[in-house]
């Protein structure tokens, strides 16, 4: 692999119940190298975000766990979130897709998901000490049932390889990881020009209730800033649902 220590050590397991699970596990037990990564061919009961489960066919998705140890400030978690959503976006952008970063983190093809995030960190004082970062992609799982998932095998017309979609992912993300620490400015950056909807009029539900609202951006704390009403609005996770 291409890199200097994102994915130097690759624990690869053919059976887990979530990869999350087993790193935060293995790394309170044993002194891991920062950039392991664990791989799993089938996770038994995988995560998804704010306690959703996240489920997958064997050996038909990409289920991976990195172990890193950012040292950021706690009022850089979310930047750091987003330098793992461009740098997933990167990474699938080798295969000529046209990938958007859907706030907070999903990646989707043609307005589909076809990959998801769950960052996981342990704070030590004012500090991301540990950070297990998640990344499920679909790779050629069915997905007929779900209208608004996709997969690369339905986008590419081919089935792409685990390992090969594994070593753009580790490229991307040591990549920006230097420009994390030295500009973190360029992530938020290439974050917002990589984000789904930024500027164009978008449907939304709060509430029950739809209205339409045109995408500033996503600032430092998470939230969504929304022109809407004449104004900005900003909207933590969970308190709004695009409508697409
Ligand atoms: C989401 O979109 O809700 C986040 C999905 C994250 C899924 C990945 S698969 C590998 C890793 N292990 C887990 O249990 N979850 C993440």
């Not at 920062?34 to 009961?45: D, F, H, L, S």
């Not at 983190?105 to 004012?126: C, F, P, Q």
């Not at 974050?191 to 500027?199: T, V």
Request: net charge neutral.
């Amino acid at each position: 692999m291409d890199c200097l220590f994102v994915g130097q050590h690759i624990i690869e397991l053919s059976s887990v119940d979530s990869t999350n699970n087993y790193l935060i596990d293995l790394s309170q037990n044993i002194s891991l190298l920062e950039g392991t990564v664990v791989v799993a061919k089938e996770q038994t009961a995988g995560k998804g975000q704010r306690n959703n489960r996240w489920s997958s066919e064997a050996g038909k998705s990409l289920c991976i766990s990195i172990l890193l140890k950012p040292k950021l400030d706690v009022s850089q978690q979310f930047l750091f979130n987003k330098f793992i959503a461009l740098s997933l976006c990167q990474a699938l952008n080798n295969y000529s897709l046209k990938t958007k970063i859907k706030w907070p983190n999903d990646i989707l093809i043609d307005s589909k998901k076809v990959a998801g995030i769950l960052v996981e960190n342990s704070i030590r004082g004012s500090k991301i000490e540990k950070s297990i970062v998640g990344i499920g992609v679909n790779i050629n799982n069915n997905i007929s049932q779900l209208p608004s998932a996709t997969s690369l095998a339905d986008c590419l017309n081919t089935i792409p390889s685990i390992s090969e979609l594994l070593e753009f992912i580790c490229i991307n993300i040591e990549k920006n990881y230097f420009l994390l620490k030295q500009k973190p400015s360029m992530i938020n950056e290439h974050y917002h020009q990589n984000l789904f909807q930024k500027g164009g009029v978008q449907k939304f539900s709060k509430n029950g209730e739809s209205f339409d609202g045109i995408i500033n951006s996503v600032n430092e704390n998470g939230q969504l800033v929304v022109e809407a009403n004449d104004r900005l609005e900003f909207y933590n996770m969970g308190e709004i649902k695009f409508m697409i």
